[in-house]
């Protein structure tokens, strides 16, 4: 089907449609002056209807097929099926530890939005808190030895590139006296990016698609939508007929309780399954812990193992469900990232080899240094 018409096939039908109409064909045939004027009025009603009419009819037309609908068109696809609206960019939340190196002798306070931050570096990722918090004289060293207090964060900025892993920030933005040290003991997490445009239609043709609306894809999609949910998988039949078990994992790992309870109480409730056809039974995704010993080869002086443990965990967090972990790719971070580290060695390692529904996670690692040999 032709959708658009040129301005010259515009005014050839216009024309058409005049020789057919006796009084107006007359106005072209006998009246040169009038002639002239009916023409101009042709002229600009073929282009109102080329550089608008066109325009407005293809931009409704394509709106009507989620395929084709734009960012204006598309929500009201998400509304007619009752999905989620399309999803802002959020920003990341987490905790960390401030405080000084030294034991306090006064007291210091660290006012409400407060900047801290990973370094340059590392893409300078910037977080304020959440509110103000002091340490004193009475203040205790923390498990690294420092003398910290601990408060909430939130990223400056919203997007998924502000979910860094434990041990990033380490800068202070804000100068405040007394104050030198700042750390995350756990990454941050909640961070996401706002949804694109093929992600809404995405999720609008994975709707359409469902031939029945309590389908393993429907479990599925409506776990995902859940902020602290990373990765989800479906378990027909998990306690015997009648139930479905729904397998789940967060970006720090196993699920809360909790957690547990806002998703199954988001299935098993009469608005959303008014005749009780089923059970969802949520549950914490099979983790692989990786254990480890690792021995770093230095030269001039040893690597902060703090920072050691951060590069494995940036590893770890680029690993899907049932990923092998490679030991070189492991053995190559630490020397192309850790200032003085010349070799690695890695012994009484657990199997490279993740089972195929698990999450590989770090586990219990003891951690060697040595002086290197060349």
Same mark, same amino acid.
């Given at each position: ?81 009752? $999905? ?46 959440? *509110? ?5 004289? $009475?203040?205790? /060293? ?18 998924? *590139? ?5 041990? =990033? ?19 941050? /997490? ?26 393993? *894809?429907?479990? !599925? *999609? ?24 729904? @397998? ?26 008014? @005749? ?23 030269? =001039? ?17 680029? !690993? ?6 490679? /030991?070189? /790719? ?45």
């Amino acid at each position: 089907m032709k959708e658009l018409l040129t301005e010259q096939e515009l005014e050839k039908t216009l024309y058409g449609y005049i020789r057919e109409d006796e009084q107006l064909k007359n106005i072209l045939t006998i009246n040169t002056r009038a002639t002239g004027k009916f023409r101009a009025a042709i002229n600009i009603i073929k282009r109102a209807i080329a550089e608008y009419v066109n325009v407005l009819i293809m931009t409704v037309f394509r709106n009507i097929f989620v395929t084709t609908a734009d960012r204006d068109g598309l929500p009201s696809h998400l509304k007619d099926r009752g $999905l989620e609206p399309w999803k802002p960019a959020k920003p990341s939340t987490g905790k960390i530890r401030i405080g000084s190196s030294s034991k306090p002798t006064q007291v210091y306070k660290i006012p409400q939005l407060t900047i801290v931050g990973t370094n340059a570096s590392n893409g300078k990722k910037q977080y304020r808190l959440f *509110s103000a918090v002091e340490i004193n004289q $009475l203040t205790v /060293q923390d498990s690294s030895g420092y003398y910290t207090t601990e408060i909430d964060i939130v990223s400056v900025a919203a997007g998924a *590139s502000y979910n860094i892993p434990s041990m =990033s920030i380490d800068t202070l933005y804000t100068d405040i006296t007394g104050i030198d040290v700042v750390y995350n003991p756990e990454q941050t /997490q909640y961070g996401r990016d706002e949804e694109d445009i093929e992600d809404v239609r995405n999720r609008c043709i994975v709707y359409d698609n469902i031939e029945k609306k309590y389908d393993s *894809s429907w479990f !599925l *999609s409506e776990t995902l939508n859940f902020d602290f949910v990373k990765d989800a998988a479906i378990v027909p039949r998990y306690q015997g007929r009648g139930t479905l078990g729904i @397998a789940i994992i967060t970006p720090t790992g196993a699920p809360t309780q909790e957690q547990l309870d806002i998703i199954y109480i988001h299935f098993n409730n009469d608005a959303t399954d008014p @005749a009780g056809i089923y059970n969802v039974i949520p549950f914490a995704m099979e983790t692989y812990n990786w254990n480890a010993t690792i021995t770093l080869f230095y030269v =001039s002086a040893p690597p902060a193992e703090a920072d050691a443990i951060k590069e494995l965990q940036s590893y770890f967090t680029q !690993l899907s469900r049932g990923q092998r972990i490679v /030991q070189n /790719q492991v053995e190559s971070r630490f020397i192309s990232n850790l200032v003085n580290v010349q070799d690695v060695l890695i012994e009484d390692f657990s199997p490279l080899d993740t089972p195929i529904e698990a999450y590989p996670q770090v586990g219990v690692i003891t951690w060697r240094y040595d002086v290197f040999t060349p």
